[in-house]
Nanobody, 119 residues
Framework: QVQLVESGGGLVQAGGSLRLSCAAS????????MGWFRQAPGKERENVAA????????NYADSVKGRFTISRDNAKNTAYLQMNSLKPEDTAVYYC????????????WGQGTQVTVSS
């Protein structure tokens, strides 16, 4: 089992920045691929960023490329999502998720943290 706890959400003005954190426990963190997802009211869940277990590979949704950066600190069992140049359309509940090495789907999810960007 893996437990994931997000933090760092909040209210920010357009153009501002936030950093989300995802603290993991229950399994060797360095064996987990990590992803950040978001879901806005009335919209489907979107995978905004992903990072491999080693941190060597990252992927981003086109909607956040150049503005968001995913990273991880395996010594701290924590993944991060640095969000810059935030836009009102970034408003959503953000979730982190984990996939064990060798598993192609995310099987563990956090409870989510609200990000609200005001115009």
């Amino acid at each position: 089992q893996v437990q994931l706890v997000e933090s760092g959400g909040g209210l920010v003005q357009a153009g501002g920045s936030l950093r989300l954190s995802c603290a993991a426990s229950g399994r060797t963190f360095s064996s987990l691929a990590m992803g950040w997802f978001r879901q806005a009211p009335g919209k489907e869940r979107e995978n905004v960023a992903a990072i491999s277990w080693s941190g060597a590979r990252t992927n981003y949704a086109d909607s956040v490329k150049g503005r968001f950066t995913i990273s991880r600190d395996n010594a701290k069992n924590t993944a991060y999502l640095q969000m810059n140049s935030l836009k009102p359309e970034d408003t959503a509940v953000y979730y982190c998720a984990a996939a064990p090495k060798g598993v192609s789907t995310y099987g563990y999810w956090g409870q989510g943290t609200q990000v609200t960007v005001s115009s």
